[in-house]
């Protein structure tokens, strides 16, 4: 395992294996490696799932989790991230931050002498992927030649769900409105990662075609509320519906990481209905974060 863990690249494909064996392994199996520590959990940006998940992972591997509001650190406002790092590195085994540019995460890591953990940035939201691989492997077995799509934004969601999946040998494939999808550069980073695959372009009834899960995101991220309504017409089309999941392979299932907002990226009937795996995924952000940090905090 590596000494940080900002994004899914840094596990490799061993590593998210592992994550989610230990995601789906009994609890008391891993034991309390934090038995007596803290970890320190920094928010800039809120979240329900986030706070929820990692309080109760860090508690049920016996640390003390410590949440802290941006505000009462002011990250490069009070005091500088390095700063921040170096020192809730002498009271915490671990310090995970949930923030809005990424590279606040890699100046931390730069100094930090425990592990640093992304909750969420910019750039990618490898916890998220952990529980979406858990959900997958639950529901659909082996990543190995699995087809998975993505219906949307290229984000910072889906490239770290595109990079564990060519990890792993599955395949991807991301369907975004002209502007939203990802740079030719970036694919070919994503298809030099292992032996998946991605593919993009702008239908979505292609890129559904025969998936085994479906995948997509809000089209207005925190941060973003003033483009509401422009990036509700750029999207338009884009909506996963029942027609849309449809053209999928039978057993496929649905999956959001939540926030969702019904009607714009996905359909009541579809989110509601009986392919929907979001609360299973939700409550994998659990799993899945207990696995991470029992790994990074040494345990067997």
């Known amino acids: 395992m590596p000494a940080h863990l900002l994004d899914i690249v840094d596990l490799g494909a061993d590593g998210v294996t592992e994550i989610v064996d230990r995601a789906m392994a ?113 529901c659909l077995g082996s990543p190995e030649g699995l087809r998975v799509a993505w219906v949307g934004d290229y984000n910072n969601v889906s490239r770290s769900l595109a990079e564990a999946l060519v990890l792993c040998g599955g395949s991807f494939a991301i369907a975004t409105p002209e502007g939203f999808g990802p740079s030719a550069d970036e694919l070919t980073r994503l298809n030099a990662l292992g032996p998946g695959d991605v593919s993009a372009g702008h239908d979505p009834m292609v890129a559904v075609a025969n998936a085994r899960a479906v995948h997509t995101d809000t089209w207005i991220s925190m941060g973003q509320e003033a483009e509401k309504e422009q990036r509700r017409r750029l999207f338009e089309g884009y909506t996963v519906d029942a027609a849309m999941m449809s053209r999928a392979a039978d057993d496929a299932v649905f999956m959001h990481c939540l926030p969702a907002y019904r009607g714009y990226e996905v359909a009541a009937e579809v989110i509601d209905g009986g392919a929907s795996r979001v609360v299973m995924q939700a409550h994998d952000r659990m799993h899945a974060a207990r696995g991470a940090l029992s790994i990074l905090a040494g345990g067997l």
Do not use: C, W
Not at 72 to 92: F, K, M, Q, S, W
């Open 26 to 138: 009994d609890p008391a199996s891993i034991g309390r490696p934090l038995e007596g520590r803290g970890v320190a959990l920094v928010f800039e940006k809120p979240s329900n799932r986030t706070r929820h998940s990692m309080e109760m992972a860090v508690v049920q591997l016996g640390g003390h989790p410590v949440y802290t509001r941006g505000e009462e650190v002011g990250i490069d406002v009070r005091e500088p991230a390095e700063d921040i790092a170096r020192v809730l590195a002498g009271y915490h085994a671990i310090i995970a931050a949930r923030v809005f540019d990424h590279g606040l995460l890699g100046r931390m890591a730069a100094v930090s002498d425990v592990p640093v953990v992304n909750m969420l940035s910019d750039h990618s939201h490898p916890l998220q992927t952990l529980a979406d691989m858990t959900t997958m492997r639950r």
